[in-house]
């Protein structure tokens, strides 16, 4: 245990994860986790002149250092800053509890997430997208993908695994989304609309969705947001369009602003408590307007 070195241990705790792909971890998970190794031996080749360091060497002037690597070598915003730190931390925790090191590295060193405005669609732009006809046929299909999910709030992993397993039919001839989320294995049940309708119908006889059994001929997350982003320029929508806008869009817009209550919306995103819903949940602007109207009314009475 004396000789234990920082990497192999990092790199063991990784492939361990790995090894739980699909139970116990996202493979998005363990892609940070390996990134964040990645950039830290980095720093220690830097900073150290060797590939390695003993696990009794890491030191809070190391996570400092690492914490300031992130922000200024490799321009991460805070919040994955925060994310890679926790993985470090986590690594550290591990050593600590099986007494690899006696000193936590960690100690008196805080990190603090900041609150992110992100970006959601109004309705009348996503009417605009969906009516705009598109002579490439990339950026239609990227367009109907991207309006799937802004109708039924599936993140991009999710509308990339959706089979035809995934929907099913209740006694009233309802169709709906029943499917794990792959980042957290939560259900999610979510009904389908007339717009997704019509997008899933449209590819039913696509060949690659019948050659690899899924719904949706979806594009890398990486091609979709390119795309998206001209999308957007030939819409006239001067925000940052990505696979994610159309999760936030649907929590805010379809849903929220048409009275869902949030209980219900939780449901629909799959997630664990309505706490984590308010992250997507925006105060509309016609939605304070209609609760001042109605406060109008009552004063004149």
Not at 101 to 108: E, Q
Not at 233 to 247: E, F, M, P, V
Not at 255 to 269: D, E, F, G, H, R
Request: aromatic share 10%.
């Amino acid at each position: 245990e004396t000789f234990k070195t920082l990497y192999n241990v990092f790199k063991e705790h990784n492939d361990n994860c790995r090894k739980l792909i699909g139970t116990d971890y996202a493979d998005i998970t363990v892609r940070r986790y390996d990134n964040c190794l990645k950039y830290l031996m980095e720093l220690v080749k830097r900073d150290y002149k060797v590939d390695d360091i003993l696990l009794r060497e890491v030191n809070g002037e190391l996570v400092r250092n690492f914490d300031l690597y992130l922000k200024t070598e490799k321009h991460c915003a805070q919040n994955t800053v925060i994310r890679y730190m926790k993985c470090f931390k986590k690594v550290i925790n591990l050593a600590i509890a099986n007494e690899w090191i006696t000193k936590n590295p960690f100690a008196g060193i805080k990190f603090h997430e900041v609150e992110v405005n992100k970006q959601f669609l109004s309705q009348a732009e996503i009417n605009k997208i969906w009516q705009k006809e598109f002579k490439i046929e990339r950026l239609e299909l990227v367009r109907d993908v991207f309006i799937f999910c802004v109708y039924t709030g599936l993140a991009f992993i999710d509308v990339y695994n959706l089979r035809s397993e995934h929907i099913s039919e209740d006694s009233n001839g309802n169709l709906w989304i029943v499917k794990a989320r792959e980042k957290t294995n939560n259900l999610c049940n979510i009904p389908l609309l007339n717009i997704p309708k019509q997008i899933l119908e449209k590819y039913k006889d696509n060949p690659y969705c019948l050659d690899k059994g899924v719904m949706l001929p979806v594009p890398c997350n990486q091609k979709m947001n390119s795309y998206l982003k001209e999308i957007a320029d030939l819409c006239g929508i001067r925000k940052n369009l990505t696979t994610h806008t159309a999760r936030h869009s649907f929590a805010s817009v379809i849903a929220l602003a048409n009275n869902v209550s949030l209980p219900n919306v939780s449901k629909m995103l799959g997630h664990s408590s309505t706490r984590m819903t308010q992250h997507y949940a925006k105060v509309l602007d016609q939605s304070i307007l209609k609760d001042m109207q109605n406060v109008e009314n009552l004063l004149l009475l």
